[in-house]
């Protein structure tokens, strides 16, 4: 096969990437935004500031997120698709954080108190919510 050929049908695919990954990044900083937004503690200022526990519920948190919306870019047929389970698994993000600190009473002040095992506690808990969440998106004809 002509290496044109290859090179030309390797990027076809291309602008349909940059959609992809283009609304992915949307959808992830809009999770970072809302999610900040609506935890009681300041996340980023707090591992600004180095508050270990802070980071890891916050890097499980967005880890729990990409988790499903990696799923929805995998299983969507259309952009519009994707981004309607990205909100899904936004919600149900939001959702596992409320259950979490419904356990562990207040979660917030362990956090911004530099509690490491509270922190894991919640970044983990994102974490299990983003892979029962992907899961739960895998569907067939």
């Avoid at 049908?9 to 349909?16: C, H, Q």
């Avoid at 526990?53 to 988790?67: K, L, Q």
């Avoid at 356990?103 to 095992?117: N, P, R």
Wanted: charged share 5%; net charge negative.
């Amino acid at each position: 096969m002509d290496q044109t050929v290859v090179i030309t049908s390797s990027l076809s695919g291309l602008p349909l990437f940059l959609i992809f990954a283009g609304s992915s990044i949307v959808a992830l900083s809009a999770f970072i935004f809302l999610y900040t937004l609506i935890t009681p503690h300041h996340e980023l200022t707090l591992v600004r500031q180095g508050n270990l526990s802070a980071s890891v519920s916050f890097g499980g948190a967005v880890v729990g997120f990409v988790i499903p919306l990696s799923q929805a870019i995998a299983q969507s047929v259309n952009i519009i698709d994707m981004a309607i389970w990205a909100v899904i698994a936004l919600a149900v993000q939001l959702m596992v954080f409320a259950l979490a600190s419904l356990l562990l009473k207040g979660a917030s002040k362990k956090i911004e108190a530099g509690d490491l095992a509270a922190g894991a506690f919640l970044g983990l808990m994102a974490v299990a919510g983003g892979i029962l969440n992907a899961a739960c998106m895998t569907y067939t004809d």
